[in-house]
């Protein structure tokens, strides 16, 4: 079954402990894209991927890193996790990256930084 | 100034109302439009997808574009409770240089179809 996969689902932790939260995708999307959810901000891109090895910011980037060393997995790092990083985190993959290729969303991840 | 403004409700409406869904965005640059629906604690998928102005109809669905007001919309014939969900809409331009990659997404707004 084609699909983009995020672990963990859930995850409760506390300021400062480094965490990743990762993504897999088996469709052999070249496009890779991190989002975080809020309550009234909508959905704002934190960092995306055209191909492996190349990355860039999207809108809101502090705090965050990731890495593109294969095609299928796109990890999303909190080095010092911090309260106001508590959202629901979406990775979605695409064929080709927008403005064309619909993008296929993971399940999603809550994290909550305590 | 968020460059894509979504009214996010709550909508609610009857079964079998025309639900209209709308989106204002201040960049000129954009050509690409999408609205994804969101359902209840999963991700967005994508509903439907058009480029520069004009219409689109897909089923009981119809994205319109108008670039001249920067006014997007998407219109729900018969609605259903099924289509209870959160609509978002996304917008992208050309992609050249450093906006390539980038989408930008309203806040979404919120709908629930009551029987």
């Known amino acids: 079954e084609a699909q983009v996969t995020q672990n963990p689902r859930y995850l409760i932790t506390v300021t400062g402990k480094k965490l990743t939260v990762t993504c897999s995708q088996n469709m052999n999307h070249e496009y890779m894209s991190w989002y975080r959810q809020d309550p009234g901000l909508g959905l704002r891109q934190i960092y995306y991927?055209?191909?492996?090895?190349?990355?860039d910011k999207g809108d809101v980037p502090e705090g965050y890193k990731v890495s593109r060393k294969e095609k299928r997995n796109f990890p999303l790092i909190l080095e010092s996790p911090s309260p106001n990083q508590t959202s629901l985190y979406f990775c979605?993959?695409?064929?080709?990256?927008?403005?064309?290729?619909?993008?296929?969303f993971g399940p999603g991840t809550r994290l909550t930084v305590t | 100034q968020k460059e894509v403004e979504q009214d996010p409700g709550p909508l609610s409406v009857p079964e079998g109302a025309i639900v209209s869904l709308n989106c204002t965005y201040s960049?000129?640059?954009?050509?690409?439009f999408m609205w994804y629906r969101q359902y209840s604690r999963k991700g967005p998928e994508l509903l439907m997808y058009?480029?520069?102005?004009g219409n689109k109809e897909d089923g009981r669905f119809t994205a319109q574009v108008d670039k001249s007001s920067k006014y997007i919309s998407l219109f729900i014939r018969d609605s259903q409770p099924s289509d209870s969900a959160t609509y978002l809409c996304a917008m992208s331009d050309l992609g050249r240089g450093s906006t390539l990659g980038r989408l930008y997404f309203g806040r979404g707004t919120q709908l629930t179809v009551w029987p």
């Open positions: 991927s055209m191909n492996v090895e190349v990355t």
């Open positions: 058009t480029y520069s102005s």
């Open positions: 960049n000129s640059a954009f050509q690409y």
């Open positions: 979605a993959s695409s064929y080709t990256g927008p403005p064309a290729g619909e993008q296929y």
